[in-house]
């Protein structure tokens, strides 16, 4: 059973930066991506950015592309999304997402709050 703890949210003013974490424990073999997605309030649950876990390579929605990044530390099986230039429209509930080859796996969230 693989569980993902995700820290770091929190309250910013427009401009500045946050950093997420994503923590997986469990039996996290065989993982093929992990990410981040969003969802605002009354919104749906957004795509913000995935890296493979092999290879590195990443991938990033239009609206965040330049200012997140994500980045990985395989020996530690945490995902991180570094985030600069935040803005209102950001806020948002942020959840860590692993998909590996017994499925998809969400973390609980972390609330994320930029204020103009």
């Known amino acids: 059973q693989v569980q993902l703890v995700e820290s770091g949210g929190g309250s910013v003013q427009a401009g500045g930066s946050l950093r997420l974490s994503c923590a997986a424990s469990?039996?996290?073999?065989?993982?093929?991506?992990m990410g981040w997605f969003r969802q605002a309030p009354g919104q749906e649950r957004e795509f913000v950015a995935t890296i493979n876990w092999n290879t590195g390579r990443t991938n990033y929605a239009t609206s965040v592309k330049g200012r997140f990044t994500i980045s990985r530390d395989n020996a530690k099986i945490t995902v991180y999304l570094q985030m600069n230039s935040l803005k209102p429209e950001d806020t948002a509930v942020y959840y860590c997402?692993?998909?590996?080859?017994?499925?998809?796996?969400w973390g609980q969230g972390t609330q994320v709050t930029v204020s103009s």
């Open positions: 997402n692993l998909y590996y080859t017994q499925g998809v796996v």
């Open positions: 469990g039996r996290t073999f065989s993982t093929y991506t």
